[in-house]
């Protein structure tokens, strides 16, 4: 189901392509954790649809947003960050939801910070290699480092591969953005839309409230508890919203050690009571609605493997 969210989205006028046939496609953000794909996302449809932290791996699943321009649509895929190494199911899934973006997008993007490649880079340049489609470099966060320090990571990755563009930007201050979608929409193929103009993704109103409240547990907790933590919609009545009444929530946060509950719950309920009311504002602001959310906390030790656990909770299947 697509997410319509009563927003409106300016659609008109941003970036102007010459008059071909209308132009679409599919576009990964592909790279390691914490390189600022959600952010460039975001800035890229000018709106917060995928949750942003300071925290490495906080995007779990594809997330696809779609960039409307006058004679072009272009759905940008995020991806998690890609890890090698450790291996319960939830991983695999997050891995696996790479390189299915990479199988379906037109155009790949790889994100990296402006320092030279490592082993994730250079795996996801093999990836990327294995497709015909046109690859573009962007280095993000440019506004951290001297302008100097960029010449030797440009030529590095230059000899990696043969990338349509490399390209340096500054996602936080949207700085060589716009200049990214010129250069994306040059290399878009002809197409139909993908989306309606006030349709913007294909993940629902519980998937972004889940997130919100996930965004929350990465921002307030340290170390491991956020890793260890799932969000799950039990209940989502809008059957009062006709009424004016509020839209019913109810959120289940898993995690997977009894202790871990004492800390998020926090004393005498303190904690999560915090964690709801900063959720509740966000979801408002996104749902346009007033909220009443409820907030429970369950122990599940073992939901990283659970198949059944992961497909309910969105979380992209390998199969
Ligand atoms: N200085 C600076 N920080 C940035 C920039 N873009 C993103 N960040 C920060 O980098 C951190 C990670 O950003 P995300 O967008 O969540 O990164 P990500 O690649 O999606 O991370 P994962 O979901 O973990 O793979 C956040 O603290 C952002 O504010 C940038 O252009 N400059
Ligand atoms: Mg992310």
Redesign the pocket.
């Known amino acids: 189901m697509s997410c319509r969210l009563g927003i409106s989205k300016q659609v008109e006028g941003r970036y102007q392509v010459s008059s071909y046939g209308f132009r679409s496609g599919y576009v990964a953000l592909v790279?390691?954790?914490?390189?600022?794909?959600?952010?460039?996302l975001n800035q890229l449809i000018d709106f917060q649809l995928?949750?942003?932290?300071?925290?490495?791996?906080?995007?779990r699943h594809e997330v696809l947003g779609v960039a409307h321009g006058a004679g072009y649509q272009i759905g940008f895929l995020?991806?998690?960050?890609l890890i090698r190494g450790r291996s319960n199911r939830l991983d695999r899934n997050m891995r696996a939801a790479v390189y299915r973006s990479l199988d379906r997008s037109d155009i790949h993007i790889l994100?990296v910070e402006p320092k030279m490649p490592g082993a994730i880079e250079r795996t996801l340049i093999e990836e990327i290699c294995k497709t015909d489609s046109p690859a573009l470099l962007v280095i993000?966060?440019?506004?951290?480092v001297k302008k100097g320090r960029l010449l030797p990571v440009i030529d590095q990755y230059s000899r990696l591969h043969d990338f349509s563009e490399l390209l340096p930007?500054?996602?936080?201050?949207n700085?060589g953005v716009s200049l990214l979608v010129s250069l994306i929409v040059q290399h878009l193929p002809e197409g139909s839309k993908i989306m309606e103009e006030d349709e913007f993704t294909d993940r629902s109103e519980r998937f972004l409230v889940a997130e919100i409240i996930r965004k929350n547990i990465y921002e307030r907790y340290r170390e491991e508890l956020p890793y260890s933590a799932a969000v799950s919609i039990e209940e989502f009545d809008d059957t009062k919203l006709s009424a004016g009444g509020p839209v019913y929530i109810s959120a289940v946060i898993y995690v997977e050690r009894i202790g871990q509950k004492g800390i998020l719950v926090g004393k005498k309920g303190t904690s999560i009571r915090e964690v709801a009311i900063e959720a509740r504002v966000a979801i408002e602001e996104l749902l346009g609605h007033h909220i009443y959310l409820d907030i429970w906390v369950r122990e599940r030790s073992d939901w990283k493997d659970d198949v059944d656990f992961l497909e309910e909770t969105n979380y992209p299947s390998i199969g």
């Open positions: 790279g390691r954790p914490n390189v600022g794909k959600s952010t460039l995928s949750i942003v932290t300071d925290k490495p791996q906080t995007t995020d991806t998690p960050g994100v993000n966060k440019v506004d951290s930007i500054s996602a936080m201050n700085d």
